[in-house]
Structure formats: C-alpha cells, structure tokens
C-alpha cells in the first residue's frame, strides 16, 4: 500500500511558476514508477509526465514539452513536479500516481494509487 499527499498547489498568474510536490508513505516507494494527471473543469483526467523507476526516463504530455520538469527524491519519497510559462489552459487538479504493475505510462489504469489532487488555478 502506498499513500500519497500532493502539495504545492494555488492561484498564479500566467508566466509564472510553480513546483508541486508528492511525498509517499508506505513501502518501497523506489519501485514504483511516479507520474502527474491533472482534470481540468468538465474534462476527462488526462497524463502530464511520468518518471521510470531510478528516474532514468521521464514522458511528457506534448502540452508540457519544456514548460514542466519532473524529478524524484527516492531517498525522500518525493517526486516533485517543477511548472513554468503557466497558460490559464493548465488549470485543473493535478494527482500524483505510483504504478509497480507495467503498463503504458501515459494510462490512468497504470498506476494503483492515486493522491487527493491539489488545485492549480491560472486566471486567463
């Protein structure tokens, strides 16, 4: 079992920057590949980024290529999502996401454990 806690979320401007956290209790947060989704108002939960295992490979949502950085700590249980140049289209809740069962990295059914989402607003 794996429980995870976003934080870092808030109301920002457009163009300016944020860095979102994801802190993991539990077991063996080093095996699990990590990855952010987000839900804008009245749309589908859809893939950002996602980290491999040992953090040797990270994927990008097309929208997010060299605006968003994705990083984890496995000796903190942290993986932490760095946000810059941030368009009103970026509103939405953003989930973290730990999966150890294979899959796509880009699918929701990838990962077993889900946070509670924190809110990104950007006013347009």
């Known amino acids: 079992q794996v429980h995870l806690v976003e934080s870092g979320g808030g109301l920002v401007r457009p163009g300016e920057s944020l860095t979102l956290s994801c802190v993991a209790s539990?077991?063996?947060?080093?095996?699990?590949?990590m990855a952010w989704f987000r839900q804008g108002p009245g749309k589908d939960r859809e893939f950002v980024t996602a980290?491999?295992?040992?953090?040797?490979?990270?994927y990008y949502a097309d929208f997010v290529k060299e605006r968003f950085t994705i990083s984890r700590d496995d000796a903190k249980n942290t993986v932490t999502l760095q946000m810059r140049s941030l368009k009103s289209d970026d509103t939405a809740v953003y989930y973290c996401?730990?999966?150890?069962?294979?899959?796509?990295?880009?699918?929701?059914?990838?990962?077993?454990?889900w946070g509670q989402g924190t809110q990104i607003t950007v006013p347009s």
């Open positions: 980290i491999s295992i040992g953090g040797g490979s990270t």
């Open positions: 996401a730990a999966g150890n069962r294979g899959g796509s990295y880009y699918e929701v059914g990838t990962y077993q454990y």
């Open positions: 539990g077991r063996a947060f080093s095996t699990y590949a």
